[in-house]
């Protein structure tokens, strides 16, 4: 009875260790989750990141894309044997920022948090401006529908000599 037992518990460790490796090894292939937020100054990418350790990730950020990959390394405790290895060791993800996105890549950093995630905050490009943006008003709609050649007005100075006494001699 006791070699029928052994095989058992063979045969059902062999069950519990393959069914452990699918498992893991689909976590492996679904991309993590995360979250893009953006302020005036800077687009924060927060990803799920559980049990990583700032060692275990990798961030790099190219062609618009902040791309990361977490090497995890299991603890072993002692007197326990692993029996169902349901967490993958390889986890990586990617998040594509907005095509009109200016940044300073070389200034982005990337912290891992108590509460399981990894934060990557990309500066933007301080070179960037806003434009001022207004609107057409009636005259101007008017003057444009014309398509007239003469693009000077009555009051131009057409001599190119300034026609007001407004300054000092």
């Not at 007197?79 to 993958?88: D, I, N, Y």
């Not at 008017?142 to 001699?169: F, K, N, Q, Y």
């Amino acid at each position: 009875m006791s070699d029928l037992r052994k095989f058992g518990e063979s045969a059902a460790n062999a069950v519990l260790e393959r069914v452990g490796r699918g498992v893991s090894q689909m976590q492996e292939r679904k991309p993590l989750a995360y979250d893009l937020l953006e302020s005036e100054d800077a687009y924060l990418v927060v990803f799920d990141a559980p049990d990583a350790r700032s060692e275990d990730v990798q961030v790099r950020f190219l062609e618009g894309e902040v791309e990361i990959r977490i090497d995890r390394f299991r603890d072993f405790h002692e007197g326990f044997e692993m029996r169902f290895p349901g967490r993958g060791l390889t986890l990586s993800g990617s998040a594509k920022l907005p095509s009109d996105a200016n940044v300073e890549a070389a200034e982005a950093t990337a912290t891992v948090k108590k509460n399981g995630t990894l934060q990557v905050e990309i500066p933007k490009d301080g070179s960037a401006s806003d434009i001022h943006v207004t609107e057409e008003n009636d005259e101007e709609a008017e003057t444009d529908d014309d398509h007239s050649a003469d693009v000077s007005r009555p009051d131009d100075d057409v001599d190119g000599l300034d026609d007001h006494d407004d300054h000092d001699a």
